[in-house]
């Protein structure tokens, strides 16, 4: 599911869930444009987003944040209790998106 957030027509947030719409969902990104940061679009975002009925009934919705922590502990999520029992194969960080890809494909659109 995605979930994006415009301001006069133009988009300056995005979401993605990544879910089997029965059991689990997964915040998987939420980018808001600089700009517009701290100025509640994610938490808009999150808003509406959990309030679909679709993910409604789920056993567990998971996300993983570097430092939004209260953001999402407003929304009713919580930190894990027992961390240790989850475990993952981590690759390598992705690359950072060239600046001038954005300015050439600003100018394309």
Known sequence: MCVGAFVDGAQVGFARIISDY?????????????????????????????????????????????????????????RLTDPGKFMAILGPEPAPFPKEAASSSDSQT
């Open 22 to 78: 029965a059991v689990f969902a997964y915040l998987a990104d939420v980018f808001v444009l600089p700009g517009h940061e701290g100025q509640g679009v994610a938490k808009a975002m999150m808003m509406q987003t959990l309030a679909r009925p679709e993910l409604a009934d789920l056993n567990v919705f998971w996300l993983a944040t570097k430092g939004t922590h209260s953001l999402y502990e407003q929304l009713g999520f919580q």
